[in-house]
């Protein structure tokens, strides 16, 4: 394929097509008149061989191939964008514009709190929108980094894309502050006999392997998709659930619940932000992950070990 002959207009007006499934309000939404809709959609017709648009009684509707390419165009649509808003020179304190970033509660929570609190304070043009990590991140991880301007998440689930490095944390346990077989420490019997409240996603994957590696199989008893919910659905139970130390510092005050150490040497927890190539030169996006470093280094240790 040579991009060199290619029409990047018709990717914007394929975009339209696929969604609005209608040349008439593509071309109002692209500001096209009807007829050249209607060439942009007989160009890319013989450049796919297929209709892509199939009328169907008195509407169109998407032909498989349109159907693939409806999601492949919205996120080629996205990085074609970002690539060309990219920067040379980029001023917080005058600039309005809006990073995203997808995080889980947790990150959100410990991190993204301090990063929200200093962009208000040195670049009150500047929004930040959090999105929840997908459950297929680490299964399309490209597509979801072009989409956004970057990713919270520690290592060990996705590699091969840049980062940096942010804060470490470790894992620690929950119980409820009247657990009648629970003292002050845990056993790896405790583990493997009590039921368990899990955070559902991929996301924890290092902890959870590390668990199976020890012969140890947590019996799930609720999942649910938010760390910050895991110290209600322990407290009053005779559940455990596995958390983040930094978390658990945020959260224990407001259940009843006690933090324990794990009955093994649990793995590290080191979080980075995580970005797409594409982003690595762009002023706007160095000067975001510079700020999103220098809030890292001011937010200390976790907290000590239970």
């Given at each position: 394929m040579n991009l060199a002959r290619l029409d990047l207009n018709l990717v914007v007006a394929l975009r339209a097509l696929l969604e609005?499934?209608?040349?008439?309000?593509a071309g109002q939404r692209v500001g096209l008149s009807q007829p050249a809709m209607s060439a942009a959609l007989g160009r890319l017709r013989r450049h796919f061989d297929d209709d892509l648009l199939a009328r169907v009684g008195g509407h169109y509707e998407l032909t498989a191939l349109g159907?693939?390419?409806?999601?492949?165009?919205?996120?080629?649509?996205d990085l074609l964008e970002r690539l060309f808003a990219s920067q040379?020179?980029?001023?917080?304190?005058?600039?309005?514009?809006?990073?995203?970033?997808?995080?889980?509660?947790y990150a959100v929570a410990v991190f993204g709190s301090a990063l929200a609190r200093v962009l208000h304070q040195e670049a009150p043009g500047i929004r930040l929108r959090?999105?929840?990590?997908?459950?297929?991140?680490?299964?399309?991880?490209?597509?979801?980094?072009?989409t956004t301007d970057g990713l919270l998440m520690p290592?060990?689930?996705?590699?091969?894309?840049?980062?940096?490095?942010?804060?470490?944390?470790?894992?620690?346990?929950?119980?409820?502050?009247?657990?009648?077989?629970?003292?002050?420490?845990?056993?790896?019997?405790?583990?493997?006999?009590?039921?368990?409240?899990?955070?559902?996603?991929?996301?924890?994957?290092?902890?959870?392997?590390?668990l199976g590696m020890l012969g140890i199989e947590p019996r799930a008893e609720v999942s649910v998709d938010s760390f910050q919910l895991l110290p209600?659905?322990?407290?009053?139970?005779?559940?455990?659930?596995?958390?983040?130390?930094?978390?658990?510092?945020?959260l224990a005050p407001l259940a009843d619940v006690r933090v324990l150490a794990p009955p093994y040497e649990a793995v590290p927890l080191r979080e980075a932000l995580w970005w797409h190539p594409v982003h690595t030169h762009d002023a706007a996006h160095i000067w975001l992950r510079e700020t999103a470093a220098r809030v890292a280094r001011g937010m200390g240790a976790a907290s000590p070990r239970p």
């Open positions: 609005e499934r209608n040349v008439t309000r159907q693939v390419l409806l999601d492949r165009t919205s996120t080629a649509y040379a020179d980029f001023d917080p304190a005058a600039e309005s514009r809006e990073f995203k970033l997808v995080a889980s509660d959090f999105t929840q990590t997908p459950t297929s991140v680490v299964d399309d991880t490209a597509t979801l980094l072009s290592h060990g689930v996705i590699s091969d894309f840049p980062a940096t490095d942010l804060y470490d944390d470790h894992w620690v346990f929950l119980v409820a502050d009247d657990h009648p077989d629970v003292g002050d420490r845990l056993t790896r019997d405790d583990l493997a006999r009590l039921p368990w409240v899990t955070y559902q996603r991929t996301y924890d994957a290092p902890a959870v392997r590390q209600l659905l322990v407290a009053g139970t005779r559940r455990i659930a596995l958390v983040q130390a930094r978390l658990a510092r945020l």
